[in-house]
């Protein structure tokens, strides 16, 4: 530990952080633009200049080590007339265009010039123009404005793991770009708008559209992947107009993968806005009590079950619930994509290790799952532990996969896994010597025929391999969106019997197998193929319309808050049920939010709490299912188009240009 | 005012670059240099050789695009990566330049000594409208560089690989149109000056003691 004297203020830091960090441990406040705490340290801006003692000249204080002693000045005349130099010197090319550039309101060169620029310019010659790069769909670029910190170099190269970006020339000429262009090959892009200091770049599909402070900010949760990214909603008048990253370590850090962030225009087209019969094979638009009574009707001595999607939330599941229960039922599900989930044990289908925990892991293997694409952020956070401590990696897949790091290949599927499981496969050697061995499978390797012969091998793996350990749980099922876990932990997993009359479709596409002549509701809040089947439509709120629990692949229970109302009629989804209930003979007694999540809380416990904690497996027993059934089929991740992935996204325009650009062979 | 600097997109690319048995061999010798995993120290040498081939292959020494990323492929490193260090470097020529390249040092002891004069005549002699630019006939393109490191025998024009000093107006036609016959003068001197002894021959340490 070094004692570090800021402004007077004695804070003791460990060795080797830099003066910067010191200060900030001070309280005190230095400004800067290229450094960022999750990057390298480049050290090119000059603004984070402060004075130390016995120094000749003023130090950037993000580059220098701290040292035991160290008296350091924040605010001293050397310091202020220093950072009005440098923010006289970044100004000489930045354009004073701030009342026409989106970054407006919330830039760090226009807040710094206020608190360390000068009040008048002295440059009167010609300021330099650099010409505008294309990266794509998603970020906007305005070079002029480029104040060259090189943060988006440091983040597509470091973090996101696609080094596309660089600076070519030199000196006056230098450009940030891709120099032959191209649309950068990363999920994460929409990160370089929120690392930007200034306006180069921004958002494409945000461009013109609103100033930060008119903005209704609203703090909520991610759903269209499993991750559960913390994110802020900025709604204006009823409308989403962006969405931005919150800083959750244990979640997503400060990053958010670019479907999350830009699919949400996908909520304001083809939307169900009002109930919905069926009369003479035609759907009719109806009232509510007609929608209901239609129900009661339809459903009238049937047999019944219920489905929910992938993105519905728990209070909509557990009111589902209640509602099949009232009417008799119990035939409840939720793996519409097939997968062979054993829900008898929270940790078989869970993300036991944690997100942060991927930084503890010392050998990792992937099976069946591209977390590139099913999960950006989680992906970002495996390229982080890779490059920070080259912890192997081997990966059961398709082949010449760029996941971003370094992974050894190890075979396309089931023979592969049945290898490993028999533990004289050359990756067992790597696994056995690590003490933090962990295990990513796919949800997509259980969505197969096999599926639970692929759990129960995988099962195998980690407790052949030491991956259970009383303070370590390397098992983890990777989902693939927000609303999965959730119904898992509700016990939608009875499944649905092939002679079923009457089903409820909770945002869920119909089954494959639903018999002629069943009488089929649909709720949702985007009606694919489940409402084309439907006899009656009830209008339901998208994520970002209603005070939700969702949880993430973790096991992470997260609270979702109402940034605009639901369109039309429509409206939240256990509020609907509840609703039908009455008109169904089945009341249910709840009638506000508290007393939904009070019955989920009765229902299972875990939602009373935070649901995710770091844990151990002291029971090593393992899923049903018979590990020699593995096939020898190649596992094949089921997202292969990660812009349109969900009924969200499959409704943006923003991602269908993104497929277009990204995928031109699948977009339609 | 818009920086004239190539973005690589302004002219014809080739569609394809892989280095010649030549550059192999030279550049085996080059990664050899480095201890292993440090093979992207060779890019700037490696950069030369791709300039070098360009050269024997078409005339003109430049690096084109997909040179780069051949670079890029021997090392093992991102394409970008080798697009900043040579896009950095002056000596990297980033478009087409003529068969000959005109580098006239323009750095004080060179303006001093006349460089403006040397300049004038590889416009006039070469047909060159300024710098940066190439003759109609493509067998010049004129630069202006820093420093050579020449000074004492200022001013100093090179061309292509080749120093010529002591330069001044006539020397310079002369060497241009010598070029222009397809010979190649000696490097050097053009006054006959001994390496960076004064002019005439040397002034001290006439007498060799003890002899």
Redesign the interface.
């Known amino acids: 530990m070094a004692k570090v004297t800021v402004d007077g203020i004695e804070v003791e830091v460990p060795n080797g952080v830099s003066v910067l960090q010191a200060c900030e441990a001070a309280g005190k406040e230095i400004p800067r633009f290229c450094y960022h705490e999750r990057l390298s340290v480049a050290g090119n801006c000059r603004m984070c200049l402060v004075e130390v003692e016995k120094a000749p000249k003023p130090i950037a204080s993000c580059a220098y080590p701290v040292a035991d002693g160290m008296k350091v000045f924040t605010d001293s005349p050397m310091v202020r007339n220093g950072r009005r130099g440098v923010m006289e010197f970044l100004l000489i090319n930045h354009p004073l265009d701030c009342p026409i550039c989106d970054q407006g309101g919330e830039c760090d060169l226009q807040d710094q010039a206020m608190a360390f620029g000068s009040d008048a310019s002295r440059y009167r010659e010609?300021k330099?123009?650099?010409?505008d790069k294309y990266l794509g769909p998603l970020v906007k670029t305005i070079m002029n404005r480029c104040i060259q910190c090189t943060r988006c170099v440091r983040f597509a190269?470091e973090v996101a793991g696609v080094?596309?970006?660089?600076?070519?020339?030199?000196g006056?000429?230098m450009?940030i770009?891709?120099?032959?262009?191209k649309a950068l090959t990363t999920e994460l892009s929409g990160n370089l708008i929120d690392i930007c200091p200034v306006g180069a770049l921004t958002s494409r599909p945000y461009a013109f559209v609103s100033r930060p402070w008119e903005l209704r900010k609203t703090d909520s949760v991610d759903v269209l992947d499993a991750t559960g990214t913390n994110v802020r909603v900025d709604a204006r008048a009823g409308e989403v107009l962006r969405i931005l990253p919150r800083t959750n370590d244990d979640v997503n850090e400060e990053w958010m993968a670019d479907r999350g962030r830009f699919a949400f225009d996908g909520l304001k087209r083809r939307r169900l806005d009002r109930p919905w019969v069926r009369k003479n094979g035609k759907l009719h638009p109806a009232s509510w009590t007609e929608a209901f009574t239609a129900i009661a009707a339809g459903f009238a001595g049937r047999k019944l079950g219920a489905v929910v999607g992938d993105l519905v939330d728990a209070e909509a599941a557990v009111a589902l619930r209640d509602l099949m229960a009232g009417l008799g039922s119990t035939h409840l599900e939720c793996r519409m994509d097939g997968a062979a989930i054993d829900a008898s044990r929270r940790d078989f289908y869970t993300f036991n290790t944690g997100i942060a925990g991927i930084e503890e892991a010392d050998a990792l293997l992937i099976i069946g799952s591209n977390p590139r694409l099913e999960a950006p952020v989680i992906n970002a956070r495996i390229r982080k532990r890779v490059a920070t401590s080259g912890c192997p990696v081997g990966f059961i897949g398709p082949r010449g996969l760029n996941l971003t790091y370094a992974h050894d290949w190890l075979g396309e599927g089931g023979t592969t896994l049945k290898a490993l499981v028999g533990g004289d496969h050359r990756f067992n050697e790597v696994l056995r010597a690590a003490k933090r061995p962990m295990l990513i499978l796919g949800r997509g390797a259980l969505a197969r025929a096999d599926g639970a012969a692929v759990l129960a091998a995988a099962w195998q793996v980690a407790a052949q391999n030491g991956m259970l350990q009383a303070d370590w749980h390397g098992f983890n099922l990777l989902h693939q969106f927000g609303g999965q876990v959730a119904p898992l932990d509700l016990g939608f997993t009875t499944g649905i019997p092939a002679d079923v009359q009457g089903l409820w479709l909770l945002g869920a596409e119909p089954p494959a197998m639903v018999p002629e002549g069943a009488f089929v509701v649909y709720q949702g809040h985007h009606g694919e193929a489940g409402a084309a089947r439907a006899d009656v439509i009830l209008p339901g709120a998208a994520y970002t319309e209603k005070d939700a629990t969702w949880v993430n692949t973790e096991g992470r229970v997260q609270r979702g808050r109402l940034a605009v109302y639901p369109p039309g009629e429509a409206r939240e989804d256990w509020k609907v049920l509840r609703a039908a209930s009455e008109v169904l003979g089945v009341r249910l007694p709840y009638d506000s939010l508290d007393a939904v999540r009070a019955r989920l809380a009765e229902v299972n416990p875990v939602f009373a709490g935070p649901g995710f904690a770091a844990h151990g497996c002291t029971d090593t027993a393992g899923p049903v299912g018979d590990a020699a059934g593995v096939s020898d089929a190649a596992f094949a991740s089921n997202i292969l188009n990660y812009w349109q992935a969900d009924v969200v996204s499959r409704a943006s325009a923003t991602m269908a240009e993104c497929a277009r650009t990204y995928l031109p062979q699948a977009a339609e | 005012?818009?920086?004239e600097?190539s973005?690589?997109?302004e002219f014809p690319q080739p569609e394809s670059f892989s280095f010649d048995e030549e550059s192999l061999k030279a550049i085996d010798t080059i990664v050899k240099r480095y201890p292993p995993g440090k093979q992207a120290s060779a890019v700037i040498p490696l950069l030369y050789v791709v300039q070098r081939q360009m050269k024997r292959q078409t005339g003109s020494a430049w690096v084109p695009?997909k040179g780069m990323d051949a670079v890029a492929e021997r090392l093992g490193m991102?394409?970008?990566?080798v697009?900043?260090v040579a896009?950095?470097y002056f000596m990297f020529n980033m478009r087409p330049i003529g068969k000959f390249h005109l580098q006239v040092c323009g750095t004080t002891p060179c303006w001093l000594r006349g460089s403006d004069e040397v300049a004038r005549a590889c416009r006039e002699a070469g047909k060159v409208g300024g710098y940066g630019q190439t003759s109609e006939d493509g067998l010049f393109t004129m630069t202006e560089v820093e420093c050579l490191g020449g000074c004492v025998n200022a001013p100093i024009l090179q061309v292509d690989d080749d120093y010529y000093e002591d330069m001044d107006y006539e020397s310079t036609v002369k060497l241009i149109e010598a070029l222009r016959r397809g010979e190649r003068p000696a490097p050097g001197s053009v006054i006959g000056r001994q390496t960076s002894a004064p002019e005439g021959g040397p002034l001290t340490l006439l007498d060799v003691p003890g002899e």
């Open positions: 010609e330099r123009a650099v010409k190269t080094p596309e970006l660089g600076a070519t020339n030199r006056e000429n450009e770009g891709t120099y032959v262009e | 005012m818009v920086a600097m973005t690589g997109t695009n991102a394409p970008i990566r697009y900043e896009t950095f």
